[in-house]
């Protein structure tokens, strides 16, 4: 047996009844001679007997997981030891430029190409623009990002000369909606292209001053084989580092959940920024909140929130349940000003004591002004203006020529006569 500072290496030759055991921290195993090299530092055991195969008894351990399973840490360690990813952005507007900030912040390379031309912003911020697709994806991009509107997504999509991307090309979308997104992305894309659906709960203004704690939700639609996991777990790992909250979701679910939350957020802003209202020396907390509401809501272009609308199938429900619920909290105030209406109608005429009502018209008759179940009598109104009769209306006075008209139609039906 011979041992180094480093490690011990033992060679064990076929005799019976031999037991060996020792501790090691890592060990590598071959059949050949059944020799076995194992690290000096000991937190796991290993217990040999001369017949082969080895077995290896791994002790359980909170600090390290199973040999053969790779830890968070390793797995991190991994994703920051692969090369850096060329993500290229198809919409490198506010919102696409916001996104680019935080790729480039994780070490990431950013492409980029829009309608509008910002090579200038690229330049000056250390990322590159093309005026067209195809030239970008001569670059061989490895991950495809679209960040444009919901309504022109698909006229973007079918315009990428797909042919120039190299295998195992991740296509991510950010759009509001998801379903949408996913179902044409698998009817334009072969199936040598990853595919994974993303939302960003947060835009420039939300996330102006960091991402962190703010939900990214995604959902893997294809991965399929190891080089396309390695790309996905790089780009989601940029949202991790930002301290995001990550969400996966399926399209469908997300969908459901945005209808009620995102769709319906901007609507009511959109019905407040009709009301044109405007901040006030007494504003409440929850008004304050009205206020920041519309200004984010209307801040967004009207085509996001058509597209909310339009491609998110859950959306009519709930335009047709605000609309019932606005109905309900109407029907609840006017009932209720109903009834206290028709309460005070009624209780000014008392029903229980037929006494008490000859008293009260014996009171109206011998007061002068009536009481307050009867008018005063005509005769006695003549000093009440606002009951006072109108004077019989006078007739106009006739015009000569009107009146010479008269007489002449007199004169001409006697002759007649």
């Known amino acids: 047996m011979a041992s180094s500072a480093s490690s011990i290496f033992i060679q064990i030759r076929q005799q019976p009844k031999i037991n060996h055991v020792f501790e090691y921290n890592s060990c590598s195993i071959t059949r050949h001679n059944t020799d076995i090299v194992a690290g000096s530092k000991p937190n796991c055991r290993l217990s040999l007997r001369s017949s082969p195969p080895c077995k290896i008894q791994p002790i359980r351990s909170a600090h390290r997981p199973h040999i053969g399973l790779e830890s968070h840490e390793e797995k991190q360690q991994s994703l920051d030891n692969s090369p850096p990813l060329k993500i290229a952005i198809l919409g490198f507007g506010n919102f696409g430029q916001f996104m680019a ?4 912040r994780q070490g990431h390379i950013v492409l980029a190409t829009s309608r509008s031309d910002y090579s200038d912003y690229c330049r000056d911020n250390g990322m590159v623009f093309f005026r067209n697709v195809e030239e970008m994806c001569e670059e061989q991009p490895d991950v495809i990002l679209i960040c444009s509107s919901i309504l ?77 996991q390695r790309k996905c777990n790089q780009f989601l790992s940029i949202f991790e580092k930002e301290d995001c909250e990550m969400v996966e979701m399926s399209c469908e679910e997300h969908d459901r959940h945005a209808a009620g939350s995102q769709f319906i957020t901007h609507t009511i802003g959109r019905i407040l920024s009709h009301l044109d209202i405007e901040s006030t020396p007494i504003n409440t907390k929850g008004y304050e909140t009205l206020l920041e509401l519309t200004e984010n809501t209307v801040s967004d272009s009207f085509d996001l929130y058509y597209g909310l609308f339009m491609y998110n199938m859950n959306a009519s429900e709930q335009i047709e349940n605000l609309d019932r619920a606005f109905e309900t909290v109407k029907q609840k105030l006017f009932g209720r000003l109903h009834d206290m209406l028709r309460k005070q109608i009624v209780e000014r005429v008392p029903m229980n004591s037929k006494e008490n009502g000859k008293e009260l018209v014996s009171a109206g008759k011998s007061s002068k002004h009536g009481s307050p179940l009867f008018l005063p009598n005509s005769q006695d109104m003549s000093d009440v203006s606002s009951f006072s009769s109108l004077a019989p209306p006078k007739s106009p006075k006739k015009q000569p020529s009107q009146t010479r008209r008269e007489e002449d139609s007199n004169r001409v039906q006697r002759t007649g006569m």
Request: net charge positive.
């Open 101 to 104: 900030k935080g790729i480039q």
């Open 152 to 228: 022109s997504m698909e006229s973007i999509v079918r315009a990428i000369p797909i042919h120039k991307l190299g295998p195992d090309t991740m296509f991510v979308d950010m759009l509001s909606v998801k379903q949408f997104p996913r179902n044409l992305f698998m009817e334009v894309l072969s199936s040598k292209f990853g595919i994974v659906c993303t939302h960003p709960m947060f835009g420039p203004e939300s996330g102006k001053n960091g991402w962190g704690k703010l939900p990214f939700v995604y959902d893997k639609v294809r991965i399929s084989n190891a080089v396309q």
